[in-house]
């Protein structure tokens, strides 16, 4: 139960960092897209398509987690984990999607801060 606890709230932190770190690449790649009207259903989108790769994200963290949580150190988990998201995002890009690199970065800028927030968040509880 402790253990589930502990996941639900590694992957809220992970959903927050994967909305914040995709609300401000957007904003930052094209500033005029952000319209006070359109952010509610901005943020609707996000949560509704973030999160269940978020979750996909944060279940293969989760496993990856137990078999790292021994190290003491961060030189291990971080790589990792920026691994793991790079690898989990570019896989839908190369079988799915033209490549396009400007695309692949500003999805794959928010998927690593999530999994880096999920794992920082999870080595702290």
């Known amino acids: 139960m402790i253990t589930l606890i502990k996941f639900a709230i590694s992957y809220a932190a992970s959903l927050f960092a ?21 952010v509610l259903g901005f943020i609707k989108m996000i949560v509704t398509y973030g999160s269940i790769p978020t979750l996909v ?3 293969i963290g989760e496993v990856l987690y137990r078999k790292i949580k021994r190290c003491r150190e961060f030189q291990f988990g971080i790589p990792v ?5 790079v690898i989990y995002t570019l896989i839908p890009f190369l079988f799915l999607f033209p490549f396009n690199f400007s695309h692949f970065f500003d999805f794959v800028a928010p998927v690593i801060m999530g999994a880096l927030s999920f794992y920082l968040v999870r080595r702290k509880i």
């Open 57 to 59: 994200a944060c279940l």
């Open 18 to 38: 994967f909305i914040f770190g995709w609300f401000l690449i957007s904003y930052i790649s094209h500033p005029s897209f952000i319209h006070p009207n359109i």
């Open 81 to 85: 984990f920026i691994g793991l998201a």
